[in-house]
């Protein structure tokens, strides 16, 4: 099972939108709508933002939504903060019965 | 409040074993599949294998497929990750993670451990 598509690295100035892309395959993201993805701050554990596709567990801001098309997974994190600055990863349910993650996307507040 | 602890990370040789362990405390252990999800230096997560509730079944990523066993004790909350063969590859932070109770895949993990290290290195 191949790692999922993310870009390395994404900037953004504070208050910006930004979007994080993760591509798979029909086997994966595209054949269900069990797409979470996580933020990780350098050496903590990774914490879950967004889980089916769209839905953000209790006290996820709002500012975090998620959306799919086809193959790929979006992340978006509007009104952009310094604390946003962290690692991401997108992870998919798969037709093998596995999970997959993405490679991972470093956010950059500019 | 939830809390899983992992422990039993060492170097090890290749081709050697070693035994992880996670202790889960703050919440119903038995009623929720349990994951291991590994990160090896600088790079991203990795799935590595799921447990179900009565531990009767067991996935795990085709990397450690054969070579790894998880297991749990449900009467001392008690996740295991038994490791044989170990490659240099495996080498990495293991992370225990909850999964979410309404995930329907088991593809979502809500509490995590803060990871034991592995090192296999001759």
């Known amino acids: 099972q191949s790692a999922l598509t993310q870009p390395a690295s994404v900037s953004g100035s504070p208050g910006q939108s930004i979007t994080i892309s993760c591509t798979g395959t029909?086997?994966?993201?595209?054949?269900?709508?069990?797409v979470s993805w996580y933020q990780q701050y350098p050496g903590e554990a990774p914490k879950l933002m967004i889980f089916?596709?769209?839905q953000r567990p209790s006290g996820i801001s709002n500012r975090f939504s998620g959306s799919k098309s086809g193959n790929t997974a979006s992340l978006t994190i509007s009104g952009l903060q310094a604390e946003d600055e962290a690692d991401y990863y997108c992870?998919?349910?798969?037709?093998?019965?596995?999970?997959?993650f993405g490679g991972g996307t470093k956010l950059t507040v500019l | 409040e939830v809390q899983v602890l992992e422990s039993g990370g060492d170097l090890v040789q290749p081709g050697g074993s070693l035994r992880l362990s996670c202790a889960a405390s703050g919440f119903t252990f038995s009623i929720y599949d349990m994951t291991w999800v590994r990160q090896a230096p600088g790079k991203g997560l990795e799935w590595v294998s799921t447990?179900?509730?009565?531990?009767?079944?067991?996935s795990y990523a085709d990397s450690v497929k054969g070579r790894f066993t998880m297991s749990r004790d449900n009467s001392k909350n008690t996740l295991l990750l038994h490791m044989n063969n170990l490659r240099v590859e495996d080498t990495a932070l293991y992370y225990c993670?909850?999964?979410?109770?309404?995930?329907?895949?088991?593809?979502?993990?809500?509490?995590w451990g803060q990871g034991t290290l592995v090192t296999v290195s001759s």
């Open positions: 447990i179900t509730t009565s531990g009767d079944t067991t």
């Open positions: 993670a909850r999964v979410h109770l309404a995930a329907l895949r088991n593809d979502y993990f809500d509490y």
């Open positions: 089916d596709v769209r």
């Open positions: 992870s998919s349910y798969t037709s093998s019965n596995t999970v997959v």
């Open positions: 029909s086997s994966d993201i595209g054949g269900y709508n069990y």
